[in-house]
């Protein structure tokens, strides 16, 4: 009985087998290939201009820092006054244990940065800026930033963005318009967001 168990099927003919399973592996490579030549997204090196700072190569230490906690900030900030109907302040952010406004720990270790909400500026029917201004860091090297949210009503909706601005000058003022050229004209640079092609640049030099 255990012999006739252990006896091995073989198929009548596995040459068919083989073709198909061969044949069905050259078809998912190329339509793997189309695929990809079709919807691929390659990331190209950003282009950094004059008035631009890249978030991975330009800043360094605590300006990185609290670039990085500005740039999840943002989003919290246009939630706060989306619900609240006004801009939040010191007082909501101390409240909100909000970074990189909440005075902690943390904010002592990056230069005890000072916030002021700037009053919206309108630059068109239906648009305007809001400027939170951080300055006079106490760390050696460290400048000042601009978080500048843009926020567009269309209709019955609303569209907001945000970027995010340095000044290598620590105690440097807010610029007295809103418009680029101006920021600019100040000192000002627009950083750009860190990217999945910096990220694979920083694991090689690693």
Same mark, same amino acid.
Request: glycine fraction near 8%; aromatic fraction near 12%; charged fraction near 20%.
């Given at each position: 009985?255990?012999?006739?168990?252990?006896?091995?099927?073989?198929?009548? &003919? &596995?040459?068919?087998?083989?073709?198909?399973?061969?044949?069905?592996?050259?078809? =998912?490579?190329?339509?793997?290939?189309?695929?990809?030549?079709?919807?691929?997204? #390659?990331?190209?090196?950003?282009?950094?201009?004059?008035?631009?700072?890249?978030?991975?190569?330009?800043? !360094?230490?605590?300006?990185?820092?609290?670039?990085?906690?500005? =740039?999840?900030?943002?989003?919290?900030?246009?939630?706060?006054?989306?619900?609240?109907? !006004?801009?939040?302040?010191?007082?909501?952010?101390?409240?909100?244990?909000?970074?990189?406004?909440?005075?902690?720990? &943390?904010?002592?270790?990056?230069?005890?940065?000072?916030?002021?909400?700037?009053?919206?500026?309108?630059?068109?029917?239906?648009?305007?800026?809001?400027?939170?201004?951080?300055?006079?860091?106490? =760390?050696?090297? #460290?400048?000042?930033?601009?978080?500048?949210?843009?926020? !567009?009503?269309?209709?019955?909706?609303?569209?907001?963005?945000?970027?995010?601005?340095?000044?290598?000058?620590? &105690?440097?003022?807010?610029?007295?318009?809103?418009?680029?050229?101006?920021?600019?004209?100040?000192?000002?640079?627009?950083?750009?967001?860190?990217?999945?092609?910096?990220?694979?640049?920083?694991?090689?030099?690693?």
């Amino acid at each position: 009985m255990e012999d006739i168990l252990r006896v091995k099927v073989l198929p009548l &003919n &596995n040459r068919w087998e083989h073709g198909l399973l061969l044949s069905a592996l050259i078809m =998912l490579f190329v339509c793997s290939g189309i695929y990809v030549e079709k919807y691929g997204v #390659q990331e190209t090196q950003q282009q950094i201009l004059d008035w631009q700072i890249s978030a991975f190569k330009d800043l !360094k230490g605590v300006d990185q820092s609290i670039y990085n906690e500005l =740039l999840v900030a943002a989003d919290e900030v246009y939630w706060m006054n989306y619900f609240d109907g !006004k801009w939040p302040q010191d007082p909501e952010f101390q409240s909100s244990l909000l970074p990189p406004f909440y005075r902690d720990a &943390n904010w002592q270790r990056n230069g005890s940065v000072k916030w002021v909400l700037k009053d919206v500026v309108q630059e068109g029917e239906g648009q305007g800026l809001t400027l939170y201004h951080g300055s006079g860091g106490s =760390l050696r090297d #460290q400048g000042s930033y601009l978080l500048i949210i843009d926020h !567009k009503h269309a209709g019955g909706s609303q569209v907001s963005s945000s970027t995010i601005w340095w000044n290598p000058d620590a &105690n440097s003022e807010t610029p007295p318009t809103s418009k680029t050229a101006s920021i600019i004209l100040h000192g000002w640079k627009q950083v750009i967001p860190y990217q999945g092609i910096d990220e694979f640049e920083r694991l090689n030099q690693g």
